[in-house]
Structures are given as structure tokens and as C-alpha cells.
């Protein structure tokens, strides 16, 4: 079951620009997250945002929540070419499974041109 | 160093060749559960565990097995593998499987079946 959906699927940049992807959900949650994936590489969680919250930053990263429209947003300010990977998000919507359950996007991908 | 690992990393193997996949966690982490990763359609759950002999079926379970005998494993079994099966697999975990949680992952086991 498919829960949240990236927006753009593929996204190129130059280094130090800023980059935004989104991510739309169709259940409520109790908190959304992002990770990172190097290319065929394991999953790195990024940040978590909760249901009552709106805006969280962690260094370089902003990530907004509107629980009204069921949508997320990741910003990574001032690009690296490091920062060139897929981007998930996941929700953990409670649906008769367990509560630990992540339910993931198919992804933003990422390129930081240097 | 706190980590999830996985073996193999790559395997090939033939239709009907039963093989298993292993994954191991030195974090005393509770939850644990397989994901399987295919271009376009992003990372959808097969198994989880929440603990020790308890195991659940995820988003897609056909096909595949678990088993939890001690926490720090959770193998993933493909008793006659087909060739939809050929994905990219990756094993996480997270402490207790409660909302909100990080999931940490394993840098993923790569199977061909042909």
C-alpha cells in the first residue's frame, strides 16, 4: 500500500542551490519521516517530523509538515555535490499492522551538479 | 559500531533454488523487518518482527519466509525463488518498532534469479 508519493521524481541542480522535494500522503499519520539513499546503497534516516509539528531544521535541511493537506516538504539549502542521492519519505500510518511499520515513497532523485 | 548487516550482498542464483539471506543487528533492537526495492514502484515491506517468535506478514509476503529465533537475526528465506523475485533487499531494524522510531538499514543484498 502505497502511502506517500515524492514530487519531482528527478530533480537537477547546480551546486549551492537549493533543492526542494515533496511528498504527499493520503492517510493521517502520527509523524512523518526522511531518508537518504546513495545509489544501491542502504537507507540514512534525515530528519522526523511529528503530526503537531510544522517546521523542523537539522543543519542544512528544513522540513515542513501541513497535516491539512497531507503533503511534506524537504529542503536542502545550499547544495552539495555530495548531497546527489534519492530521497524517501515515510509515514508510519497505523493500518492493523504494527505501529512500527514505515511505509515509503517511491523517491525524489537528486543530482548536485558541481 | 552500531550496524545492520546483511549476507550475501550479491548473489545469482536459478528458479527453484532455495536460498536464504541473512541479516543481523548489534543494536538489541526489538523490531526488525525486510524490505525489497524495485525501480519505479520504491520499497514496499515483505516481513516484519516485532520480537523474538513473533513475525508478521508486510505489504508483500508471497514467496518469502522468516523466521526469528534470536533477536539479533532475522533471516529472509526463498524457498523456490522466480525471477520476479530479483530486486534489491534490504533488512532494518529499530528499537521497538513504536511511531517515530529510526529505522536503521543494511546496505542491501542485490538478487538475481534467472
Known amino acids: 500500500s502505497q502511502q506517500g508519493e515524492e514530487d519531482p521524481q528527478a530533480l537537477s541542480i547546480q551546486e549551492g542551490e537549493n533543492a526542494t522535494m515533496n511528498c504527499s500522503y493520503k492517510?493521517?499519520?502520527?509523524?512523518l519521516q526522511w531518508y537518504r539513499q546513495n545509489s544501491g546503497r542502504g537507507l540514512v534516516h534525515l530528519i522526523l517530523i511529528r503530526s503537531n509539528e510544522r517546521e523542523k531544521h537539522s543543519g542544512r535541511l528544513r522540513v515542513t509538515l501541513d497535516t491539512s493537506k497531507k503533503s511534506s516538504s524537504l529542503l536542502i539549502t545550499a547544495s552539495r555535490a555530495a548531497d546527489t542521492a534519492s530521497y524517501f519519505c515515510a509515514t508510519d500510518a497505523w493500518y492493523g499492522g504494527s505501529q512500527g511499520n514505515l511505509i515509503f515513497g517511491k523517491g525524489t532523485k537528486l543530482s548536485v551538479k558541481p | 559500531e552500531a550496524q545492520v548487516t546483511q549476507n550475501p550482498r550479491y548473489l545469482i542464483t536459478v528458479t527453484g533454488k532455495k536460498l536464504t539471506v541473512t541479516c543481523s543487528q548489534n543494536m538489541n533492537h526489538e523490531y526488525m523487518s525486510w524490505y525489497r526495492q524495485d525501480p519505479g514502484l520504491g520499497l514496499r515491506q515483505i516481513y516484519y518482527?516485532?520480537?523474538?517468535?513473533?513475525?508478521d506478514k508486510g505489504d508483500v509476503p508471497e514467496g518469502y519466509k522468516v523466521s526469528r529465533k534470536e533477536k539479533r537475526n532475522f533471516p529472509l528465506i526463498l524457498e523456490s525463488p522466480s525471477p520476479n523475485q530479483t530486486s534489491l533487499y534490504f533488512c532494518a531494524s529499530s528499537f521497538q518498532g513504536l511511531w517515530g522510531e529510526t529505522q536503521y538499514f543494511g546496505p542491501g543484498t542485490r538478487l538475481l534469479v534467472l
Open positions: 518482527s516485532m520480537n523474538v517468535e513473533v513475525t
Open positions: 492517510t493521517s499519520i502520527n509523524n
